[in-house]
């Protein structure tokens, strides 16, 4: 089966993020224009993913391949921009970008990226489905994103809620798992 035209936007999110990760890190006094070029693509990686989701639901083209790249477009895109932005934190002097933002952040990503091959192996089986604190968790990660790149000084606000909900969220998503694995347990799947 060919890939829908919501699939392939997400592709072209996924693509973006090589050109994000390179542009954000070789931003410098000497080419301070590289900062408004990786706002740009950060931009048009998060309307991609706005239109795909939109475009997935309306026009009938839900698939299991977008279920799949979907989030891993969104994990990619945020991992990598904290990472890079942590990295490249000596550009960003007035904004005291803390690693152990960075840290929790990856941190309950890896979890739940675990918890899925853990669900995957013991049910055959992985649906993912975005949950409320999950979006919220992706806005507010978003929102600390764009207070970096835009050299927001209040940005350090956003950390704190994005920290708290993203912990939320990652609780959620470990109820939900290991809610899985015992109806898969229990119905003998």
């Excluded at 950060?42 to 991609?48: E, I, P, Q």
């Excluded at 993912?128 to 979006?135: L, S, V």
Aim: glycine residues 6%; contains cysteine; charged residues 15%.
């Amino acid at each position: 089966m060919a890939l829908t035209f919501a699939n392939k936007v997400t592709v072209g999110r996924i693509l973006i993020v090589p050109f994000f990760i390179a542009t954000v890190m070789y931003i410098s006094s000497r080419h301070p224009i590289l900062r408004w070029v990786a706002l740009g693509l950060f931009l048009l990686a998060v309307a991609s993913d706005i239109i795909d989701g939109y475009i997935a639901r309306t026009r009938g083209q839900k698939t299991r391949a977008g279920a799949i790249l979907d989030p891993l477009a969104d994990k990619m895109l945020l991992i990598s921009a904290f990472i890079c932005l942590y990295i490249k934190r000596a550009y960003f002097s007035q904004i005291d970008f803390p690693l152990w933002f960075v840290v929790g952040i990856i941190s309950r990503d890896v979890i739940l990226l675990l918890g899925s091959m853990i669900i995957q192996l013991t049910t055959g089986k992985l649906e993912i489905e975005a949950n409320r604190a999950g979006k919220l968790t992706a806005f507010l990660q978003i929102v600390c994103v764009l207070g970096v790149l835009l050299q927001m000084k209040f940005t350090f606000v956003f950390w704190y809620v994005a920290l708290v909900v993203t912990f939320i969220s990652g609780v959620v998503y470990i109820k939900e798992g290991i809610k899985a694995i015992n109806e898969s347990a229990i119905s003998g799947r």
